[in-house]
């Protein structure tokens, strides 16, 4: 079963636009981590943050988290056409004390951006 | 280096059939996952390798399937008599280590479609 759920499920916008994608869970987490996915294939690591951190950034990626809220959002400024593809949020729990980075999945952003 | 890698890319089979798909991860990485990303269920964890050994296999849905790693290395997932909803992409990643907040680097995926 899935941790949480990420809307919009499908984000349509032009090039240059900003897109965000938000993600919320259900259970306490150590991170979060946001993956990008072409063509129904292997997934690409964007960004990890804490749960101790509130925003991140990397290029033009900008993360934030609010644990309170149990939900995480992730801007990509300036889209281009090649950020056409799928995001998906992931959650690394605690389970039982074992450190292992299970990743459990939201269902994922659909993004089309269209030059 | 070499990324994470699968075989075989795609796989189509006959119900009852049994099929096995690999693995080769980073050289180096300890710890190896594997997902399944199907339409209706997402992306769901399967199994968890730290060196040979399988802590979780939690995510396994039922006794069917079955996976083992050799060598510290390759992976081998094995699904036994296969049915039409065992239909999906299977996803392997390794990581440095099975610690918390650590990337996770995926493979291509096989997609198999059981006709």
């Known amino acids: 079963s899935q941790q949480g759920e990420e809307d919009p499920q499908a984000l349509s916008i032009q090039e240059g636009e900003n897109a965000t994608m938000n993600c919320s869970y259900k259970?306490?987490?150590?991170?979060l981590q946001w993956y990008r996915q072409n063509s129904g294939r292997g997934l690409v690591h964007l960004i990890l943050i804490r749960s101790n951190e509130r925003e991140k950034h990397s290029g033009r990626l900008r993360v934030t988290l609010d644990t309170s809220k149990k939900s995480s959002s992730l801007l990509i400024t300036a889209s281009r056409a090649a950020d056409t593809a799928s995001y998906f949020c992931?959650?690394?729990?605690?389970?039982?004390?074992?450190?292992?980075?299970?990743?459990?999945f939201g269902q994922g952003t659909i993004l089309t951006v269209h030059p | 280096g070499a990324g994470v890698s699968q075989s075989p890319s795609n796989k189509v089979t006959e119900k009852g059939k049994d099929v096995e798909l690999r693995c080769d991860p980073i050289s180096g990485h300890t710890a190896l996952y594997w997902y399944r990303q199907s339409l209706g269920q997402g992306l769901e964890f399967l199994i968890y390798?730290?060196?040979?050994?399988?802590?979780?296999k939690s995510g396994l849905p039922s006794d069917r399937f079955s996976a083992e790693r050799t060598g510290g290395s390759v992976s081998t997932l094995t699904i036994q008599r296969t049915q039409q909803e065992d239909s999906a992409v299977y996803l392997c990643?390794?990581?440095?280590?099975?610690?918390?907040?650590?990337?996770?680097?995926f493979g291509p995926g096989t997609r198999l479609t059981v006709t």
């Open positions: 992931a959650t690394a729990l605690n389970a039982g004390g074992t450190s292992y980075g299970k990743l459990t």
């Open positions: 390798f730290q060196g040979n050994s399988a802590p979780d």
């Open positions: 990643a390794s990581s440095l280590a099975p610690g918390l907040g650590l990337e996770q680097y």
């Open positions: 259970t306490s987490i150590n991170n």
